[in-house]
């Protein structure tokens, strides 16, 4: 905690450095948030991208609350929330569809590049509800507190934490069906 | 079988990887970004007042967190020789020789910040101070600009567009102990008792690179609420090279048992000189109201009332001042007031006769003092009659004229 509010003040105070640290550190993990949450790779990059953009532009005003890691993941839950509502999917897509999205991105080169496991595990993921999976997501792979995600999700901690484990629970089964088939 | 706990070890460890290209051509941009921001010029607020303020690389000094750390640290300052102890004592050494001090205090969910500028005498102690108050600090007051020199206080309500010039200790001391927060000269030696009572836990963190700044955190114990320490912990941030400190942040314990952010500071331009003239109105609007309380007799004389009579009789001989015309008398009893302005502010409301006063209750907002003295008035407005509950009005002891009650808002 101390080394992030170290970077913080450093990064407010104008150091590159502190900013190439703090994109270093957390890059991956937001990016692994962001396309656990959208199943999109192009979206799921530009939201890390823009969340990166807006904590530049706003660097000398931010003050950190609590932990940088869960005010980042908050930013990307909220850019990713956002980016859900606004294409209204009706059906989760699946990493297949994230194949065929890659395929016809504008960039030259990916960015994420995901892994079998995390293939398979996105795939399961994706026929969650958004709201139980974002609320897996942030508490199993960000750490972030039921308090937190509560407040994130303007619900009670008791919402929260029904939502993890009827989340988790499903995940268990689709895991382990996908495992006797 | 996945059990649960399997299931959340999956999701903790399942890994993606990113693309050192992408990531190094993505930071590339993100620097550049970084870059424009730090050029972009800061957006000035007040061109006029920024321009008085010599401006210079800063020196920072956030006295008050020279303060708490001598005070926290006193063990580590006095008894053990350690270098982070020894960039404090230097600190607090430092604190000594503040002529000069700008400060920003920001509180949680408030864009705008408190801004102090003081000027410390010979003798360290408080010769003039400037303060900017926004309007979340008192709603009903609106933003204000305070210039305290010399015991006498200019009070620039920017709303009510009045200024009032005032001279009580009351008020002074008020003032004053909001800004001894900044001197560790005064604030020291409670918190070494602090200290030395065990009340505080202090962590520091001191990095080799010497363009870091050193981190101190003081987190108090909950009986340190009955010593006036309104917070749970204060993080500082010590400039190594300077040994002086660039910001203090407080932080409140949540239900939850977190760390919450709830104000900080920031100290700016240590011991460079403020152009004297921050510490004059010079410049105010034209249509501003100057209200010198100093040189003339405010309100009533109390007499042999107590202060609930007097606070009645005020009330009661107000508005039968606004009853009779006699503006000059409802003005001197509402703070000094020029006739002609009360007359113009009670040209759109003519008052036919007091109903009712009932007794006086202590005023509901907290630092205000003295009453709210609830009545009903029958009024024309409009050519209709009816009768009108004013929200006040308010009637406490007149800044600087003992013995004298008045009333300072809400007659209509």
Known sequence: MLEDRLLVWKFKHGSKNAFCRIYEKYRDDLLRLAISLLNEANVAEDVVHDVFTSFIQNGKQFQLTGSLKSYLATCVANRARNENRAYQWQHNPGMDAVKQVESSSSRPEKWIIITDEFRRLSNALAKLPYDQRETVLLRAQSGMKFRQIAKLQNVPIKTAQSRYRIGLDKLRSLLNSEVTK | MNSPENIEKLIKNAVIHSNPDVNQAVLKEFLQQFNNTQEQKPVVTQPNIRRKIMKSPITKLAAAAVIIIAVMLSINIWDNITPAAYALDQTVQASHSVRYLHIKSFKKGMEEPKEFWLEFDEQGDIKNIRAHMPEWESPSDGAKVVIWQQGKAKIWYKKKKSLLIIKDKRFADKLSASVQLFDPKLAVPRFIELEKSGFATIKIEKPSNKAEPIIISATYSPECKKFGVPVDRTVLFVDQTTKLITSMESYSLTGGGEYELIDWVEFYDYNQQIDPAMFVFDNLPSDVVQIDQTIQDIGLEQGELSSEEIAVKVVR???????????????????????????????????????????PIPHPSSGVGGFMVPCKLEIEKDGVKSEYKPYGPGVRAVHGQPNRWNIHGGVK
């Open chain 2, 317 to 359: 001989e107000f508005y039968e001042a606004v009853i009779a015309k006699d503006y000059a008398k409802a003005g001197r009893i509402y703070g000094g007031v020029p006739a002609k302005i009360m007359e113009e502010r009670w040209a759109d409301l003519k008052v036919i006769r007091i109903i009712s006063i009932s007794e």
